[in-house]
């Protein structure tokens, strides 16, 4: 596009000699130059070809209102008029076209690529509105047309991004559309609004807009109640004990409930006290309990029935059917196995029955529970080393509904050693949008994850609580435009440098101008130096879809916005004894057992609790840090370890962009909910893991004068190609299965970057001692050398060569001949004013 190199038009004294811009400037001079000389010059068509290019990002926009068809969410009746319509406020968030974006591409690259010269002289938010700002015609458009309705509306400091604040009566009136109201009572963190038709706006507003995004209010109760589950039913009468199959496991134990059957066949009916079937005639006197790990592990207990061993409550025996349900627990059993059990009755009179159907339940995988001493310890994260930079703050993006609780927080930090440092313990987050804290709630689990992990492995860091209400009514996802419009108005001195997003959902569900306009504001904090760390999915490759529609187990479904190029997607492992390929073994005459613990790719058919996400997009083409012939991404297509699957077979982009980048432990992590600790897992778990590593490097890296890491996916990349020591590579697993069931195909981890895991974990020493100042060497770059890396050629050059081949024709084309040189003069005089706004040189990264 011509017009993503030109059309800067910046206020601002002389042009500056800031060394990334002084090709640039020379461009413009050669520019100049060659336009002087180019008196006779192109045909017509190569002058339009010219001038279309150079409007191209600036001001053209289509006007097909096609792409506001998404908006509309079917599935809703009509209600009634004065349910449907309402005072309620409705967030509107207006997407104006943005311009130079290809120039902000080739610059974003520059300041993330540790081989680029630029690398970590990042530009400042003032900057980046400048260059990316709406054409003014755009501006002066939407400005009036919203502003003569009667909503409120606030743009953004870039004027990119409007605010549009209006009641439901005031959207349908000013959008042409009709917005229903569910009758019933929403779910909890659901919105009771849906758009019944999409939505229709006068032709040139629509052409100033890439989209419009509304977040509709969701609806919260004032106590949200923990889910009830509906006890399980046993069978009245049965010929062996009935285990319930929701067995329950943890770090070396397993918990289970079971009803016993006395010789009549009938459920007992008998406490413990009275004894087990004493009404019956032959009372139980003791229960054997069979536990079975594969390969060839088991472990066989007798215990008595009696109140000290053994629990008991009311069981559900069918209608009319009441029973005695007991329970045990059985400690000390291996983790990292495949574990399940049988029981049997052993009677008074000497016998025993049958031992219960092994069939009827399913195996668990027992794990050790997640802490931050655990995890500390496991990857080398300095927890005894406070955070103490003022300027190193990190942000958890909260979405539908999440908050924390102040006091879980403190309860958490007790309980686990987190300690305050000197009294100067940062121990409560800022508060960005609303907190609504209620002990225990089941909406605070994210939230309170997010927090606990992150400000517990990152100590005394700055950390803000970002809450973003409402939904996005076109994806019924996160509204993220509304949540990235904040982040991109922050000062440069005050945003946070590492942002933790669990969020995320089936990238087919959000129509492509709001994932692109999304990828592009991800872009644009990347030009500031900031990272953005997402969560992978917590359903394989194939996505969540396949937790209700087993067909979409036939192709890959990725995942945004962890699929976006300019953002570090995060995967997720899990601990086991079978990190490598031989301990895995197994024959008649040899059973190899590995004790060290290394990590796998997270599973839920291995007791990972969800599998990671993790493909390739069909968005987002390969970005350019993965690519080439022997790049990493190449190399995994065409490695043996764990063949990729036949895309002829199962539909994959085996071109687009590949995630995740980097992975951490994801599963069993114990989080404080109100009055008692809660396992959870997900790459929600490992997404702060890893955002808290980030910010543990930018404080090295800050104390000594350097730049924060930044978009750190280039530098992960490079980093893979000449210090592999640096990731713990995962080569043990898949991500073919969801949280409920299991597809046939996926993902395989292999040695080096894979579609499962990325480039495995973090080794923190060692990044730590590679990333810190005067390690350049180590880094197998001379600095002088760094200069002669080959760099994006600028558009400016490619134009200017095109220009200079033109053969020069006879003088009946001097009209043309004209136009052309006032053309090229706009364009080197817009160049040159670009730098006029620069004044300040920034430290490189060496």
Request: a neutral charge; hydrophobic letters at 40%; one cysteine or more.
């Amino acid at each position: 596009h011509f017009g993503s190199s030109f059309g800067l038009a910046w206020p601002g004294p002389s042009p500056t000699a800031h060394p990334r811009f002084v090709a640039p400037f020379r461009e413009a001079m050669r520019l100049r130059t060659a336009a002087l000389l180019l008196v006779l010059a192109v045909a017509g068509a190569l002058l339009l070809a010219v001038a279309g290019a150079g409007a191209g990002d600036v001001s053209a926009a289509s006007a097909d209102m096609g792409r506001w068809a998404t908006f509309a969410q079917p599935g809703y009746a009509p209600a009634d008029d004065e349910v449907s319509v309402g005072n309620d406020k409705l967030v509107v968030i207006l997407a104006l076209r943005q311009r130079n974006l290809a120039f902000l591409e080739e610059r974003a690259r520059a300041v993330s690529d540790p081989l680029q010269p630029d690398y970590g002289m990042y530009f400042s938010r003032d900057e980046v509105n400048n260059m990316a700002g709406p054409a003014e015609e755009d501006v002066r458009i939407v400005k009036e047309f919203f502003e003569g309705t009667e909503g409120t509306v606030k743009f953004s400091k870039g004027r990119d991004l409007v605010r549009f604040v209006c009641s439901a009566r005031c959207i349908e009136k000013t959008f042409g559309t009709k917005l229903e109201m569910q009758k019933s009572l929403a779910k909890p963190g659901t919105s009771p609004y849906r758009s019944a038709s999409p939505i229709k706006l006068p032709e040139h507003v629509a052409a100033a807009l890439d989209g419009v995004s509304l977040n509709a209010p969701i609806f919260m109760p004032k106590r949200p109640k923990q889910p009830t589950f509906p006890p399980w039913r046993y069978p009245a009468v049965h010929d062996m004990p009935v285990i319930n199959p929701n067995l329950i496991s943890g770090d070396q134990f397993l918990s289970l409930k079971f009803i016993m059957y006395c010789k009549d066949g009938k459920a007992n009916q008998d406490m413990l006290d009275d004894g087990v079937c004493s009404s019956h005639g032959t009372e139980i006197v003791s229960i054997e309990i069979l536990v079975l790990q594969h390969p060839m592990m088991q472990k066989v207990l007798v215990l008595p029935a009696i109140k000290d061993v053994l629990g008991q409550s009311v069981g559900d025996c069918g209608p009319g059917g009441s029973c005695v349900e007991f329970n045990a627990t059985v400690g000390s059993i291996q983790n990292y196995a495949s574990t399940t059990a049988r029981i049997r009755a052993h009677f008074s009179d000497g016998s025993v029955s049958a031992f219960s159907d092994p069939s009827k339940i399913g195996s668990v995988f027992l794990l050790p529970y997640t802490t931050p001493a655990m995890l500390s310890k496991f990857y080398g994260i300095p927890m005894g080393e406070p955070v103490r930079n003022p300027r190193n703050i990190i942000s958890v993006a909260e979405f539908g509904g999440q908050y924390y609780n102040p006091k879980d927080l403190e309860a958490f930090f007790k309980l686990m050693g987190v300690r305050s440092w000197d009294g100067e313990g940062r121990t409560q987050p800022q508060l960005i949008g609303p907190d609504k804290p209620v002990a225990g709630s089941v909406f605070g689990g994210e939230a309170q994850l997010d927090l606990q992990y992150i400000m517990a492995l990152a100590p005394n860091v700055s950390t803000w609580f970002w809450s973003v209400p409402g939904t996005e009514l076109a994806t019924t996802q996160e509204p993220f435009l509304d949540w990235l419009m904040q982040v991109a108005d922050t000062d440069d001195d005050k945003v946070p440098l590492v942002h933790s997003v669990s969020y995320g959902d089936d990238s087919t569900t959000m129509p492509a101008w709001f994932k692109n306009r999304v990828n592009q504001e991800f872009m644009k904090l990347a030009l500031r130096g900031i990272s953005i760390l997402i969560a992978a999915g917590d359903d394989g490759a194939s996505g969540a879809r396949v937790r209700l529609d087993p067909t979409a187990c036939q192709q890959s479904n990725p995942e945004f916005p962890a699929e976006s190029p300019w953002v570090t997607a995060v995967g997720g492992t899990q601990l086991a004894r079978a990190g490598t390929p031989v301990c895995q073994y197994s024959t008649d005459t040899v059973i190899v057992s590995c004790q060290d613990e290394r990590e796998v790719v997270c599973s839920s058919s291995k007791g990972g609790g969800v599998t990671t996400g993790g493909g390739f997009s069909n968005d987002f083409e390969r970005p350019w840090y993965q690519s080439g012939i022997n790049g990493v991404v190449a190399k995994y297509l065409r490695q043996s370890d764990s063949p990729v699957p036949d895309v002829d077979k199962w539909f994959y982009n085996t071109s687009g962009r590949a995630y995740p980048d980097i992975s951490g432990i994801s599963s069993n992590y114990l989080v404080w909910m109100g009055d008692h600790l809660e396992p959870t897992s997900g790459t929600s778990a490992s997404t702060p893991l890893l955002a808290a590593m980030i910010t543990r490097l930018n404080e090295d890296r800050l104390q000594q004068g350097m730049p924060p890491l930044g978009f750190i996916n280039p530098l992960l990349y490079r980093l893979a190609e000449r210090h592999p020591e640096v990731f713990n590579d995962v080569v043990i697993g898949d991500n073919r299965c969801s949280v409920k069931a299991c597809c046939e195909t996926g993902f395989g981890a292999a040695r080096g970057w894979d579609a499962a895991t990325g480039h495995g974990s973090l080794n923190m020493p060692a990044l730590r001692k590679l990333l810190r100042r005067g390690a350049v060497e180590e880094f197998a770059l001379h600095p002088d050398l760094r200069f002669l890396v080959a760099t994006p050629v600028p558009r400016a050059t490619m134009l200017h060569s095109l220009l200079l081949a033109v053969p020069v024709v006879t003088a009946g084309v001097a009209l043309l001949g004209l136009a052309t040189f006032a053309v090229l003069q706009r364009r080197a005089r817009s160049v040159r004013e670009l730098f006029s706004s620069t004044s300040s040189l920034r430290a490189p990264l060496f």
